[in-house]
């Protein structure tokens, strides 16, 4: 499946290899796609933790030296392998094993823990919770890493991989964990495969992430739920209610409306926007894989600016009174929101929660009070585009898909790229193989065989390529 | 129990078997309320219909004509006895066997549906759903019914009792039957027993009922639930736009938005106003009885106004994203929202359900559509005040509770009344022992055992004083 580029002696055979043993490499990824590993709820902690495990032994079975390590949340699997010698470049892997929530279950069209394997526009493709975020995308660097060590018995660069079970929950044990671990995870760079292509022909790395603010706002009226005609206009409904406050969320302009929510955003820059906006229909894209009959956001930016370069405040889920088949006449004693920012370089996100916090209780009804809850913060990051690591990974990539790699930016928050900077010291190439029309967080969520095969391809150019790079 | 007045002879050893078989009254109610007719929910169908037949043998056992009747929704069940002879008056008694959901479960301190006697502030009272919406009130006049025909064999009126099945769930097969069965249901008068107590030593009569619009809807955008990073700043966030229209449902000061709302809203007399103000301190009871810290509503207006003389608009279920534990940043494909208004004497509900209906279309973000529902309309009702049934209903009440029973509204909606009024031209009087803390449609619902014994006494006393009105 590698394209006509020639490669050099050391690489061929292992693309050779992951060619000739990628139904194995599927089998593999079902293996773990399998396992419902819902870092969210703690329904499914044991679940988490076998997971865990399950990815340790398969680490083991390669050759790496490997070990689950216990957290005050879900474990940690860290791997490494010290054969290409002290002097070879380290590079450390990052990934997470935990998924997302399943819900709404009846969405999807096949039981979300029995990945299978159907046909889609792009060929085959496998669907289930995890298969693009992060179970898929973690084993295209691990598949590449056994092709070579079974090929060549020894690695290229030195590896250390990180695969963390609590992405999806707010990662809680991460910045302790890299703090107590920094030396065995210090390393040259690093690569984060949590990110995506610009389509399914042309490979990206991605420099720009937006951050995040996650709360849980509870609105509470009544000591106990009403009925809707003994008490209708006499006391709040904190549905009506929180209605009234969300809504104040945003402008008629789409600007979010939050004190001091713009004070740091940092404008980007003019030839910044012409080469994002050179990349091709991004309305078309995003409408095509969104199923979205409009775009829809704050004036006066395009939709990839908005994406890449604008904060937002979105509510990710809301629930007062009866929310079952057919109707209730009822007063909810409560009404709960889930809010989330995404925000963009040089906002503060500590800041911004508390002025979220702050705006909600402004305008706390009469008689009413808050439950307020913090789900986590991350700031946006700008990592350094003019970097070896980057280049290399660059046409590592180039030399394996039809269209060369390109430069983008991601709407989404990977807030483990600034605790490697912070804590570790060391910069990250971002790396990753999904598509816009994956469905991550969605029912029916897949990866297409395709990006699987050639992701894996990658990872084993990208071992080459690393491994001439003197540090 | 009964006080200090000097009943008939005919009377007084039916009150006097009432009193010494209150715990048989209370053991078969129990055993009526363990049975989960939930009818809006249709995984309770059976066991709605094993309510209804559960009822009917009851009535069979105590030697009236009764039978389960299918119907396309819930059976109706219809009792009769004629022992009264042809020349004696005709009641009409209706309740509903069918009760809400339960939810939210985890807040009830016990089984919703298995019934227990506590002790509360008014002595004993019985906890289950439908304690007091509706089983506890029809087994007042079933109890009431046996009493008197275990003491004299016969009963002093013809009676034909007629229980619902569906009217948590919108009645949809009300007004067929009715129609079908007009002949045997026809009475010279009604009582209605779905309505509560001034306080629990003043007994009431209600003469205002408000109407009800319940509709859902449904906003569309993406066609599946998107990844907020992905996508969040790019296209419509249905949780956010539906915040955004439902807050235009009232305006600062509490009044409804939907066009031509108030338009046939009729003011009532300052008499009116005046009485209503004098029954007592409202406020506090509503404050009471809801656990709210503050009243609210619509300015200008008492809270007994608003409750009943002004309509209203109210969200009572709201669902839109992840709801679950925890954090989940997905953009929801849809945003739900339950909506019902309660109307007040002249509005004509269809009007009103269209204007609301219109109020959402109008405001439909581009690219986005409604699915809207409608659950059922019922206008409000304002019952004649000067009949010698609800005279002769008032003597008796006053004769069994320690204060002189006096004429209220409530909030609340029986849509059974303007039907009866309708297609069997029978004015109804609605007389109900249940009290503003009996969190009907609640978790933990109640119904004071003395409200319960109280309430059999009445309807015996009842029976007595229509068995002299000439018809």
Redesign the interface.
Known sequence: MSNMVTHSATLQPVLDKIDATLDDSIARLQTLLNIPSIS???DYKDDVRRCAEHVTADLLSIGLKASTHDTIGHPMVVATDDSAGPDAPRVLYYGHYDV??V??LD?WNTPPFDATIVEGKNGKRIVARGAA?DKGQLMTFIEAIRAWKQVHGSLPVRVVILLEGEE???SESLVPFLTEHKKDLIADTCIVCDTGMWDESTPAITSRL?G?V?I?ATLH?????????????????P??A???I?????DEDGRVQIDGFYDDVVEVSAEQVAQWNSLGDADAL??ES?????????KGYS?LE??WS?P?C????????????????????T??S?I?C?LVANQQPEQIKNALFAFLEERT????HWDLKN??VAPAIAVPTESPWLSAASDALTNIFPNPAVLIG????IPVVGEFQEILGVDTVMVGFSL?DD??????EKFELSCFHRGILSHAAILEAYASIHV
């Open positions: 969210t709820n703690p997302q929530p819900e709404p969405e975020d999806e929950s707010g937006r995040l996650y849980e009226g009544p000591s106990h739920d009403l009925h809707s005609g003994g008490y209708g206009g006499a006391v709040v409904n549905a009506n929180l209605t009234k969300l809504a104040q969320l945003h995003t409408l969104s199923g979205a009959k409009a775009t829809f956001g704050e939709t908005r994406l604008r937002t979105d509510i990710n889920g809301l629930r007062a009174g009866y929310i079952g088949q057919g109707a209730k006449t009822v007063i909810g004693a009404a709960t889930k989330s995404r009804p009469n008689g009413c789900f986590g991601t709407g989404g928050s816009d469905l991550i967080h969605a029912p029916n």
